[in-house]
């Protein structure tokens, strides 16, 4: 798929005199958009951040045996259950403790990874430099398609100012997956669009960055595959070209965030004998913010909802109704096993 019949020679239009130039301006990128974290004092935790470290964690006792503080809820709760953590038997599956999905465990493996290295700073520096080099070359694959020489100076400064304006610097240094739905945004347009003007190495970085923003989230793959429907509806409506080998390359990166999908929740139903279980989030939110609260109240009387417990409440909030440990309160986390389940599944 392509907005331009014409494709230049990469090699001649990526040359530069000064082999140097282009790592230098993308580590001056990296390097502002660690700012905020310097501001901080180190980089940003999320409320979510620690279940990514404890699934990481969970799966390298499961295959090394090694632990961490990391590792001493997972312990904690198979414990207070009296189960082994390979339990496997169909009848006790579903007094099991809850594995939540979610909380990709091909994000959280890295920042367990920092972890052990002795600093989480290396996965905010990680995510600056792949952030800097995505900027840089799609400056520079903009401007070969434009038929124009990006010079080096020039690229430097839009991404010094997007590291600086932009929520770049923030998404970067934060120890959450959200970097990744941006970057694999990215990814996928310039697969789609500027595929003959990329070189092999290009192309495979591209692919690479796809492949694992969709592994590190699941609204990544709606995202991926909404991109890649109306990309196509645009290229029929302007009548461009539609090669099979970028349409090959996104199809295989979303493939490969299914198959990741499908393999965590095989191996949590094989290492702990219960399948994991995606937390109600929408049905908080309707709950709370939306319509479903009506809902419940007009249905509750001839339907047997868990939900329904929510009427006891007059203002109702999402959060406290996902993640409260009070079973008075929470449609979720402050209920048993077997409930947990069956409020993921209403």
């Not at 945004?185 to 960055?209: D, G, H, P, Y």
């Not at 109600?280 to 419940?296: N, Q, T, W």
């Amino acid at each position: 798929m392509e907005m331009s019949k014409g494709a230049l020679d990469t090699n001649s239009a990526a040359a530069n005199p000064n082999r140097w130039t282009a790592p230098l301006a993308i580590l001056v990128i990296a390097a502002v958009a660690m700012w905020p974290a310097l501001v901080n004092g180190g980089p940003f935790y999320h409320p979510d951040t620690p279940s990514y470290l404890r699934a990481a964690a969970s799966a390298v006792y499961k295959a090394l045996g090694l632990k961490t503080a990391w590792t001493d809820e997972y312990l904690h709760m198979y414990q207070t259950a009296g189960l082994a953590p390979n339990a496997a038997a169909a009848a006790a599956a579903q007094q099991l403790p809850v594995t939540l999905s979610g909380r990709s465990i091909y994000y959280g493996i890295s920042v367990y990874l920092a972890y052990l290295a002795g600093s989480v700073w290396i996965v905010a520096f990680a995510q600056s430099l792949l952030a800097a080099v995505s900027v840089y070359l799609t400056i520079g694959l903009i401007g070969r398609a434009s038929d124009r020489r990006i010079r080096t100076r020039h690229a430097l400064l839009i991404g010094t100012v997007a590291a600086l304006a932009t929520p770049l610097g923030y998404t970067s240094n934060n120890l959450m997956p959200g970097i990744f739905t941006g970057l694999g945004l990215l990814a996928e347009a310039n697969l789609l669009f500027l595929w003959n003007w990329q070189s092999r190495a290009e192309k495979a970085f591209w692919i690479v960055v796809l492949a694992y923003a969709l592994l590190v989230h699941s609204t990544n793959i709606l995202l991926g595959v909404a991109l890649l429907i109306l990309s196509i509806g645009y290229a029929a409506w302007r009548r461009l070209g539609v090669k099979l080998a970028p349409l090959a390359s996104v199809g295989v990166c979303i493939m490969v965030g299914l198959l990741g999908q499908f393999a965590f929740a095989e191996a949590v139903k094989v290492s702990t004998g219960a399948a994991p279980v995606r937390p109600p989030f929408v049905a908080m939110r309707l709950i709370a913010d939306g319509p479903g609260y009506a809902y419940l109240q007009e249905h509750c009387s001839t339907e047997r909802y868990l939900y329904c417990r929510v009427l006891q409440q007059r203002n109702p909030n999402s959060d406290e109704l996902l993640w409260s440990e009070d079973p008075h309160i929470s449609l979720f986390r402050g209920l048993g096993p077997t409930e947990q389940r069956v409020s993921a599944s209403q």
